[in-house]
Antibody, heavy 122, light 107 residues
Framework: QVTLKESGPALVKPSQTLTLTCTFSGFSLIASGNCVTWIRQSPGKPLEWLARIDWDGDEFYNPSLKTRLSISRDIAKNQVVLAMTGIDPLDTGTYYCGRLRAITAPYYIDYWGQGIQVTVSS | DIQLTQSPSSLSASVGDRVTISCRASQTIGDFLNWYQHRPGEAPSLLMYGASNLQRGVPSRFSGRGSGTDFTLTISTLQPEDFATYYC?????????FGQGTKVEIK
């Protein structure tokens, strides 16, 4: 059974770095075709894809946020970490991680975490 | 970026109704279109991938059609557990993008 769970701070001050952890089970991130991705939803906005890390270590970022994002993985702990620098109140929202299947196109997110609500405020 | 426009943004329907949600892409995306369901307080879940492929475990009352720029998600007979928000998402080109969502509410 595949599960993912997001963890991190609920409240972050502007200009700080937000660090979120996705802890997963039920799959291996080094098995071919498995990826972990991050998506967020800010109030009143559509879901926004942020970043992805693949079974081979390749990283992909939303170009609009690329300079602020960093994604990494800890295979032994079954964790993927997303760091976002220069946090702004506009970054307030719910952040989700998900497992992405990338064996053959089209790719899709077949499992999602429940999300973590992050508020940016001084 | 590829824009996805869903319509309607919300709808009211009764149990047993047939419901259709549209998703239009700003450029052709082949069949690289997925649909997700999101109930409040729960994790989003995958319904359809590749425009018309039903995810394992999803009831057959859900169906998807389309290719190119125009896609639809249909719920043939609405059930109480189907009241949720539905999102389309393209995986044709990065950055992957989502529609703004369609909220299906109880009439």
């Amino acid at each position: 059974q595949v599960t993912l769970k997001e963890s991190g701070p609920a409240l972050v001050k502007p200009s700080q770095t937000l660090t979120l952890t996705c802890t997963f089970s039920g799959f291996s991130l080094i098995a071919s075709g498995n990826c972990v991705t991050w998506i967020r939803q800010s109030p009143g906005k559509p879901l926004e894809w942020l970043a992805r890390i693949d079974w081979d270590g390749d990283e992909f970022y939303n170009p609009s946020l690329k300079t602020r994002l960093s994604i990494s993985r800890d295979i032994a702990k079954n964790q993927v970490v997303l760091a976002m620098t220069g946090i702004d109140p506009l970054d307030t929202g719910t952040y989700y991680c998900g497992r992405l299947r990338a064996i053959t196109a089209p790719y899709y997110i077949d499992y999602w975490g429940q999300g973590i609500q992050v508020t940016v405020s001084s | 970026d590829i824009q996805l426009t869903q319509s309607p943004s919300s709808l009211s329907a009764s149990v047993g109704d047939r419901v259709t949600i549209s998703c239009r892409a700003s450029q052709t995306i082949g069949d690289f279109l997925n649909w997700y369901q999101h109930r409040p307080g729960e994790a989003p879940s995958l319904l359809m991938y590749g425009a018309s492929n039903l995810q394992r475990g999803v009831p057959s009352r859900f169906s998807g059609r389309g290719s190119g720029t125009d896609f639809t998600l249909t719920i043939s007979t609405l059930q109480p557990e189907d009241f949720a928000t539905y999102y389309c998402q393209q995986s044709y080109a990065t950055p992957w993008t989502f529609g703004q969502g369609t909220k299906v509410e109880i009439k």
